[in-house]
């Protein structure tokens, strides 16, 4: 699964982060991204939630899918490094307007934000060699809520920070949807009765 999965697991994520560290959503990404692109002033004023949005004023072109589909979306898919895959996220869209104006699809917003949250976590205390999926995602969520091995999986970087993407390499099963529909609906991000999502959040959402 692409575009779901990939929703659901950053969606998660950041709705995690931001109940466990309110804050966590408006902060701006240069502290937590690693990368000089991301550091630059065209980034300043863009933060966590830009990047889940995907409204973070960086593209080529606002048509719909125009940027995802472009030749150079290899530059993100092909690599399998962090390094390469994070300075393309950063530098390969230009800057055309302010952040929260416009949505353009792009998954190098959602690598970005996997890496800004991985960091975000990393720098709490106890936490220094934790991971956003893993330690965030699947072992307060996922796992409680007993979806499968398969979901409970990810693709990463093949390097030594083994970086998952965020954006892809996540798998579903038909019970994991289910599952998953009722959390983030009926049971609004509750599990055994206990609020673990941001609500502000998740009712924006």
């Avoid at 693709?155 to 798998?171: E, H």
């Avoid at 019970?175 to 009712?203: E, M, S, T, V, Y």
Wanted: proline residues 7%; hydrophobic residues 40%.
């Amino acid at each position: 699964s692409y575009s779901l999965a990939k929703s659901a697991v950053a969606g998660a994520a950041l709705m995690r982060m931001e109940k466990l560290y309110p804050g966590t959503a408006m902060q701006p990404i240069g502290p937590y991204v690693p990368a000089t692109g991301c550091r630059s002033e065209a980034w300043k004023a863009v933060n966590l939630l830009n990047l889940l949005d995907m409204d973070t004023g960086h593209y080529d072109s606002p048509t719909y899918m125009a940027d995802e589909d472009a030749p150079k979306i290899v530059g993100l898919f092909d690599p399998t490094d962090y390094a390469h895959k994070l300075a393309f996220s950063c530098e390969a869209y230009p800057h055309q307007e302010a952040p929260g104006r416009r949505w353009v699809y792009h998954t190098a917003d959602t690598f970005l934000l996997g890496v800004a949250l991985d960091n975000v976590l990393k720098q709490q205390a106890g936490r220094a060699g934790q991971d956003i999926f893993t330690d965030v995602v699947d072992a307060d969520l996922y796992a409680p809520l007993r979806l499968s091995p398969t979901a409970r999986t990810t693709r990463r970087t093949y390097d030594a920070v083994a970086q998952p993407f965020f954006g892809w390499g996540l798998f579903l099963h038909g019970d994991d949807l289910a599952k998953l529909g009722r959390f983030f609906g009926p049971d609004r991000g509750r599990i055994d009765g206990q609020p673990l999502l941001d609500a502000a959040l998740l009712d924006q959402a």
